[in-house]
């Protein structure tokens, strides 16, 4: 089975400039989580769905980001306008159903932004 | 407060030997997961190992067991036979009660293997 799969890989942008993060999770998982990481604070939680519904976005860092999960396969982080404080590596998880399972989380290979 | 603290920033280790990662935690719900995650130099976070609250014995995958110890609230990882790459950033982290919840990362811990 494939894994997370999360594009781009890299992306480098002009501050100001819009950016569109990309994720799908592993087929039959009903959550999804953004996830940041940096050297200073190390590995944040943005946002999570579960069964496509924004359940906390509470770690989403302004009003710059947002986050979408139209369908269960597919989910967008959006950040406009993007700034250098952004430059990050950005992760999508998914997990299965945690009720049945222990609630692990499958990552992606993660997003590497520069913003410059 | 942390609720997962890893007070080891760097470990060093020869190859074949075991090795302890620390990880405490702090919660106050009687239900709750601890997991390891590995995260060599190429990006990816891997699954490595979890540990419910409710679970009696020690968690173990292959080379990898957790030392379980309630009372204490510690969740330290122990990797037997130590191989090269296993040089990487290991995160423990907590799952909180169960339905809808998040996993709490620990700052990592630094693991290089060495000939």
């Known amino acids: 089975d494939a894994g997370v799969i999360q594009s781009p890989r890299h992306e480098v942008t002009e501050m100001g400039q819009e950016v569109t993060l990309r994720c799908k999770p592993i087929s039959g998982h009903n959550s999804l989580f953004w996830y940041r990481q940096t050297m200073m604070r190390g590995l944040e939680l943005l946002i999570y769905f579960n069964n496509n519904v924004p359940i906390d976005d509470s770690g989403m860092p302004e009003d710059r980001f947002s986050a979408k999960m139209p369908n269960a396969s597919f989910s967008t982080l959006k950040i406009q306008p993007s700034e250098p404080r952004d430059s990050a590596v950005y992760f999508c998880?998914?997990?299965?159903?945690?009720?049945?399972?222990?609630?692990?989380?499958?990552f992606g290979p993660g997003t590497r932004l520069t913003v410059t | 407060a942390q609720k997962i603290t890893q007070t080891q920033p760097g470990m060093f280790v020869q190859e074949k030997e075991a090795v302890t990662l620390d990880c405490t935690y702090d919660?106050?719900?009687?239900?709750?997961?601890l997991f390891w995650y590995k995260q060599p130099s190429s990006g990816e976070m891997i699954f490595l190992i979890y540990?419910?609250?409710?679970?009696?014995q020690n968690a173990t995958e292959g080379r990898y067991s957790l030392n379980f110890q309630k009372a204490r609230k510690s969740a330290n990882l122990v990797i037997s036979a130590s191989q090269l790459g296993d040089s990487a950033m290991y995160f423990c982290a907590m799952r909180e009660g169960r339905g809808y919840s998040t996993l709490t990362f620990g700052k990592g811990t630094m693991l290089l293997v060495s000939p």
């Open positions: 540990q419910g609250s409710y679970d009696e």
């Open positions: 919660t106050s719900d009687q239900s709750y997961g």
């Open positions: 998880a998914s997990s299965p159903d945690r009720y049945r399972g222990m609630g692990e989380q499958y």
